[in-house]
């Protein structure tokens, strides 16, 4: 756009305003430009659908509520914190929202809560939060609600991403480092009620739980070309999903999921799972006791528990997990596994199943006794 912005200053009883020269930060489209004089949430109050409210270098103690179709942002180059309120920053949504290069910095139970979309969320950065850093959520007509992640980071809370109901695509970034000892605390991504979410090129790392949690009959995930590493619980874990027609309900294309705990990719109850040309390397054991005499180091690559059907495994290369490459144990009709497989105690693994997996007879181990299984349904945090 060339031309003049005009500034607008909100202030009490008065709204001076003066030429502004330039341009609205990157992938801004603004009807008129707000910049706080006083209050951030005295001008987010007066704001009207399109303006864009900017701000300049600083920390914002507050409660704050982003209307609908009303974009909030850093101003070029600018070092921008939110924090306070519970949750700091709420956001109607809009097709006109945005929500560009800010920090927020929770100090009660949640970071930023979207209700219910649309919205995108471009550099922004979310940590601290005593429940969840950031959660998106819809209870009706949902479809159009999309929200859209692009490069942002979400640490240090106790859960990273909740969403439920909704689209949300999350695009390059980095959620690391949820801490948490309850249900489904601790995790990085947590997805359920029907949510249809898409991971593209994401770092998800350094969870105390399980990196991707995967929760409902109609919950659907796409995860392409991501990192899941390091987790201290599952890395990505499915659980509950049911197919309708041909489509996969959780497909996983590329990328690496590696260094997790228990399972690296896993699912219970599931159907319609997809694996393609991604790699799993190094799940790590974890002791689990048997009875009271007998404990059993569980560290599986892909494991597919009670009635997980319609599966296929395809140009995957697992490696070094630390006991099966692939355990199926009472898995459902229509699996399909294909990979590369090396290291561990074991490469595939099927038992208490009635249902032929269809596997290279050559890549089939039988251990001397059932493998321990742990694949409990996780539980959802409120």
Do not use: H
């Not at 949902?142 to 490069?151: G, W």
């Not at 991707?212 to 390091?230: H, M, P, Q, S």
């Not at 690296?264 to 799972?273: M, N, P, Q, Y």
Request: with cysteine; net charge neutral.
């Amino acid at each position: 756009m060339n031309g003049k912005w005009w500034l607008w200053f909100a202030l009490a009883g008065c709204t001076p305003l003066r030429p502004y020269q330039g341009e609205p930060p990157a992938g801004l489209m603004c009807d008129r430009i707000l910049v706080p004089a006083k209050s951030l949430s005295e001008t987010l109050g007066t704001a009207k659908p399109g303006d864009c409210v900017i701000l300049a270098d600083g920390t914002y103690s507050g409660a704050f509520v982003l209307p609908e179709d009303v974009s909030l942002a850093a101003s070029e180059g600018a070092d921008v914190t939110l924090t306070g309120g519970d949750p700091v920053l709420t956001i109607k949504g809009g097709r006109r929202s945005m929500v560009r290069g800010l920090r927020v910095v929770a100090t009660g139970a949640n970071g930023v809560s979207i209700e219910p979309g649309p919205a995108q969320l471009v550099g922004v950065k979310v940590a601290q939060a005593q429940k969840s850093a950031l959660t998106a959520s819809c209870m009706k007509d949902c479809a159009d609600k999309e929200v859209a992640l692009t490069d942002c980071e979400v640490s240090q809370s106790s859960t990273g991403i909740r969403v439920a109901g909704l689209p949300l695509r999350l695009e390059r970034g980095r959620v690391a480092e949820q801490v948490g000892t309850s249900l489904s605390s601790g995790s990085g991504v947590v997805a359920t009620a029907g949510a249809v979410v898409s991971l593209k090129d994401v770092v998800i790392e350094q969870n105390q739980n399980v990196g991707v949690l995967l929760d409902g009959a109609t919950t659907r995930a796409t995860l392409d070309g991501c990192t899941i590493r390091n987790n201290q619980g599952r890395g990505v874990w499915a659980q509950g999903q049911v197919r309708t027609g041909v489509e996969p309900s959780v497909t996983v294309t590329g990328g690496e999921v590696s260094g997790n705990a228990l399972v690296g990719i896993g699912a219970r109850d599931a159907s319609g799972l997809v694996i393609r040309q991604a790699r799993v390397l190094s799940t790590k054991a974890i002791r689990v006791p048997i009875d009271i005499s007998r404990s059993e180091d569980v560290g599986d690559g892909i494991g597919l528990f009670t009635g997980t059907s319609g599966v296929t495994v395809e140009g995957v290369t697992l490696a070094d997990n630390a006991r099966a490459q692939v355990l199926a144990d009472q898995s459902g009709q229509d699996v399909r596994l294909a990979g590369t497989m090396s290291g561990g105690r074991f490469r595939v693994v099927v038992q208490r199943t009635g249902v032929a997996v269809t596997v290279e007879p050559a890549l089939l181990d039988a251990p001397p006794m059932e493998l321990t299984v742990r694949s409990g349904t996780i539980g959802l945090d409120q």
